[in-house]
C-alpha cells in the first residue's frame, strides 16, 4: 500500500531561502573530500520512469542501455533501484527482496560485469515510501545484507521516519525532531562504514531541517534538498531555480541534490529539458537519469550526453554555480580559469528577445574567448557584452576563458 509523505514545495523554497541568508553570513569550510562523490554522481534510477513496477529484467536493460547508448562513455557509472524492490524479511531478520528481482547478488554481478555500479533504496522508517519495508531496527543487518549484495550506493528516504519522530515527541519541538532525524542517518552511515564496502550515502529528506548545514557531518555524499521531482516545465523550473543559495555547502565528496533528471520522459520540449541539463550541471547536482534509457530517441541522447556540458558539472574544482540575475543568468567557476555561463529565458508565454549579457557581470574584465556548449561553436573572442536571444523555457549555455 502507498504510504503519502508529501511536502509542500514552498515549506522548502522558505527553508532555501533561509539558507542562502545563512551561507552568506557563514561560508561553509571547502575541501571536506571523499573518494566516493569527488565529482557529483551519475548513473540512473528507476523512480521517475517504472516507479513501483520496476523489476530485475528493468534494471538489467537499463544496464544493457548504459553501456551501448554510450552513456557509460560519457561518465554515467550508478544504475540505482528505487523504491519497490523490498520483499519480507526472513525469521533472522535479513531482509529479502520481493518476487520481481529473483537474486539480487547475480544482478548486481551483472551490472558489475558492464563496468556499472548498483544502487539501491530504504528508508531509516519502518516503511519506505512506497510502504514497502525499511531499516528501522535492522540498520547494521541491511547494511551488510547490501555490501554482500554488492550494493555500491544506498538512496536512504525519510518517509515513515517522520511517524517515529513525532511519536517520541508529540510536541515536535522542531530541534529534538531534527536531532532524532541526524541521529538516523548517522547510524545507517556507521552501518554502511562497518560493512568496509564503499556505498556511496545519499540523503533523501527533501530538505528538512536546513540538511544542506549538516549532510556532510552525518556522512552524506548527497542531499535532496526540495520535495519530489515532477516530469513537468514548472516543477523543475522550480527546483531548480530556487537552489541559489546553496553553492556555499556544496563540494568534492558532498552535494546538494535537486531531485533526479526527467529528460526524455515527455512532460518537457527538447528546450525545457536542455534547461535541465544546463541548470542541474551548473548546481553540479547528481545527474541520474530517469528515463526508459532502452526507449530513447537521438535528441534525449543528445542532451543526456553532451558532453560538454557534463564537464561543467563535473568539473574537478567541484564548485555549485550561482546565480547572478535577474534575469536568470548563472556562473560556475571551472579549473583553468574557465567560467560556464548558462542564460535561461525562464518565462515560457512571452516572445523570446534578445538579452545582453555584460561579461563585467561574470568577473570577465578583457577578452575572453567564449563557447556555445549546445550549439557546439566556437564564438571567438568577445569583448564587453553578448547579445543572445534564448528559446522560452531554453538556455544557451557558455563556456568562457580568457
Ligand atoms: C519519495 C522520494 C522519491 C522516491 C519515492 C519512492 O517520494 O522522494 O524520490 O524515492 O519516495 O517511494
Known amino acids: 500500500m502507498p504510504m503519502p509523505v508529501r511536502r509542500p514545495l514552498v515549506v522548502h523554497l522558505l527553508g532555501i531561502a533561509a539558507a542562502a541568508l545563512i551561507a552568506l553570513a557563514c561560508p561553509a569550510s571547502r575541501g571536506q573530500s571523499s573518494a566516493l562523490a569527488s565529482t557529483p554522481p551519475m548513473g540512473w534510477n528507476s523512480w521517475n520512469h517504472f516507479a513501483e513496477k520496476v523489476t530485475d529484467a528493468d534494471v538489467r536493460a537499463a544496464a544493457d542501455a548504459m553501456v551501448a547508448s554510450g552513456m557509460k562513455d560519457a561518465g ?12 519480507d524479511r526472513d525469521a533472522q531478520g535479513n531482509i529479502k527482496a520481493n518476487s520481481k528481482f529473483p ?40 547494511a551488510n545484507t547490501y555490501a554482500e549484495w554488492g550494493v555500491d550506493y544506498l538512496k536512504y528516504d525519510l518517509c515513515s521516519y517522520m511517524s517515529i519522530m513525532k511519536l517520541h515527541d508529540p510536541s515536535q519541538n522542531p530541534q529534538q525532531a531534527n536531532a532524532m532525524m541526524k541521529a538516523a542517518y548517522q547510524k545507517m552511515h556507521s552501518a554502511l562504514v562497518n560493512t568496509h564496502r564503499p556505498i556511496l550515502y545519499s540523503l533523501c529528506q527533501y530538505g528538512v531541517g536546513s540538511v544542506w548545514e549538516w549532510g556532510p557531518a552525518v ?13 513537468s516545465y514548472r516543477s523543475m523550473a522550480l527546483i531548480g531555480f530556487s537552489q541559489a543559495g546553496l553553492e556555499k555547502f ?14 526524455g520522459n515527455g512532460g518537457m520540449n ?18 541520474l537519469a530517469g528515463n526508459d534509457l532502452s526507449k530513447m530517441d537521438e535528441t534525449t541522447k543528445s542532451i543526456l550526453m553532451n558532453k560538454e556540458v557534463i564537464a561543467v558539472d563535473q568539473d574537478k574544482l567541484g564548485f555549485q554555480g550561482r546565480r547572478i540575475g535577474p534575469p536568470q543568468i548563472w556562473v560556475k567557476s571551472l579549473s583553468g ?18 538579452l545582453t549579457l555584460q561579461l563585467k557581470d561574470v568577473g570577465f574584465t578583457g577578452s ?12 571567438g573572442v568577445l569583448r564587453g557584452s553578448y547579445t543572445v536571444t534564448v528559446p522560452q ?6 563556456r568562457m576563458w580568457p
Open 337 to 354: 580559469g574557465a567560467k560556464a555561463i548558462a542564460i535561461f529565458n525562464y518565462v515560457t508565454d512571452d516572445e523570446a528577445e534578445p
Open 270 to 287: 527538447a528546450d525545457q529539458y536542455r534547461t535541465q541539463m544546463s541548470l542541474w550541471a551548473m548546481l553540479a547536482a547528481p545527474l
Open 219 to 231: 556522512g552524506a555524499n548527497t542531499w535532496r534538498t526540495t520535495d519530489d521531482i515532477r516530469d
Open 368 to 379: 575572453v574567448h567564449a563557447r556555445d556548449l549546445w550549439a557546439h561553436k566556437d564564438l
Open 76 to 87: 554515467y557509472v550508478y544504475v540505482n533501484i528505487d523504491d519497490g524492490w523490498e520483499g
Open 393 to 398: 523555457g531554453g538556455v544557451v549555455m557558455l
Open 250 to 263: 556544496a563540494g568534492p565528496g558532498h552535494w546538494n541534490d535537486p531531485d533526479m533528471l526527467e529528460i
Open 103 to 142: 537474486d539480487m547478488k547475480a544482478l548486481s554481478d551483472y551490472v558489475h560485469s558492464k563496468g556499472l555500479k548498483l544502487g539501491i533504496y530504504s528508508s531509516p522508517g519502518p516503511k519506505t515510501c512506497g510502504g514497502y519495508e525499511g531499516s528501522y531496527g535492522h540498520e547494521a543487518q541491511d
